[in-house]
């Protein structure tokens, strides 16, 4: 008989929600105590001091993570995050739930997450490169095209990438464009990579409006982030008919009931860096662009904004959870008991990104490089397929939507770590 083993080194609130999670989904398939916590637990963890010369010459130590959660399926796979938030039980939280959403859209991948406690703002862009390259060094030897693949998240992007991947290139004598995702096109991005997340979260809003029987060109769309994500799903479904009447960032939102023009706020945001004192509208807060009704919400920040204390006042038909652990465990017991919301969990709704990244991976891999038409498609029929299998577990077994989808992703994880047996 297995023995339960109790993780303090992640413990954290969203740990320990991701935790709960799995916990529900394990019982909800019954799976034996012998595979549990092999299938629950990361698989390792590093921890690094990250020293940089500021321009001032003095220097500042930053504390950096990767938590690497499964590798039984193929080579780790996530995002790396700069933000002054980060903890370590964030990350190997967000490392969990990439595994399941690797594995229930199809991808040979486990999951892994990294993260450095850095507010990105308040750095030179010198720093910045500094401290990007600083990552990639100390885990040089933790990372590779096929032990572990790194993406952008939140407060990186594709020039913090061809950094990395110039950094790693150097250290092994050779050009190695598969060891990050998520590049410029001229060091081996993937066309449509950087809309991918965005573009994907739309489609599958589009979708489950249409087995609604709700008109695209009648819906309106609240969404809260407007950095990536947030704003190439807004690109998106303006130009499928929706109208945008919020958006936010960190410093506040606007609201525009007639409708917020997705490319001025773009255009100004590129100016002015931050969506306050724009003049696209009404101000509001981020608490108030929850609660706004509305007939598609995307919460595309951070985790657990949608809590218990505004689960009841939700006034959505669809919520569509572009970010990672919106939703907390007691919210999603509401939203469950309330039954009048649509919910597409995250690790099906934005699993776009990780979808493309796996499609730029193969072309570093191959030397060859598709189409914007090609990745696209491709995308969409993923995203079907997968968005049939998670409904078709909903209506046989009388799940939630999310309860579907996370049975689906991690029974795959665990019947690969069965197959493959305990190393003695």
Not at 350 to 356: D, F, K, Q, R, W
């Amino acid at each position: 008989m297995s023995k339960a083993i109790v993780s303090t080194l992640y413990d954290s609130d969203v740990f320990r929600m991701a935790c709960r999670q799995f916990d529900k989904a394990a019982d909800a398939i019954s799976l034996p105590d012998a595979i549990r916590d092999r299938t629950k637990y990361p698989r390792r963890c590093l921890a690094v001091s990250l020293p940089v010369k500021r321009q001032d010459g003095s220097v500042t130590v930053f504390e950096g993570y990767r938590v690497q959660h499964n590798l039984s399926t193929g080579p780790s796979k996530g995002g790396i995050r700069f933000h002054q938030h980060v903890t370590l039980g964030e990350v190997a939280a967000l490392a969990m739930w990439m595994s399941w959403k690797c594995s229930l859209v199809g991808l040979p991948y486990g999951g892994a997450k990294g993260g450095v406690i850095v507010d990105p703002n308040q750095l030179s862009l010198s720093e910045l490169e500094h401290l990007s390259r600083r990552y990639m060094q100390e885990m040089v030897n933790f990372l590779g095209p096929h032990t572990d693949v790194p993406a952008p998240d939140v407060g990186t992007n594709e020039r913090i990438m061809g950094w990395m991947m110039d950094t790693y290139s150097n250290h092994v004598g050779h050009l190695a464009p598969a060891v990050v995702t998520g590049k410029p096109i001229a060091l081996g991005g993937s066309q449509g990579r950087r809309e991918a997340t965005g573009a994907g979260v739309a489609y599958l809003v589009k979708k489950y409006l249409g087995d609604l029987k709700a008109p695209i060109n009648k819906a309106t769309v609240a969404i809260q982030g407007f950095g990536n994500v947030g704003s190439e799903t807004a690109l998106a479904l303006s130009a499928s008919g929706a109208k945008i009447v919020a958006i936010s960032d960190y410093t506040g939102g606007v609201f525009n009931a007639k409708g917020i023009d997705v490319k001025k706020a773009l255009a100004y945001l590129a100016y002015a860096k931050v969506l306050k004192d724009w003049d696209g509208g009404e101000p509001i807060t981020n608490e108030k662009l929850l609660e706004l009704k509305c007939t598609v919400l995307i919460p595309a920040a951070l985790e657990r904004v949608i809590t218990e204390k505004n689960a009841k006042k939700l006034q959505c038909r669809v919520l569509a959870e572009a970010a990672n652990g919106p939703t907390t465990n007691t919210a999603d017991r509401i939203i469950d008991a309330r039954g009048d919301i649509e919910l597409i969990p995250d690790v099906l709704c934005n699993s776009g990104g990780v979808i493309v990244s796996y499609f730029e991976w193969l072309q570093n891999l191959s030397n060859f490089y598709w189409s914007r038409d090609e990745v696209m498609e491709k995308l969409y029929g993923i995203l079907d397929k997968a968005k049939d299998a998670v409904d078709a577990q909903k209506r046989k077994f009388g799940f939630s939507r999310r309860l579907a989808a996370l049975t689906l992703g991690i029974q795959r994880v665990a019947d690969a770590k069965a197959a493959r047996g305990l190393f003695p």
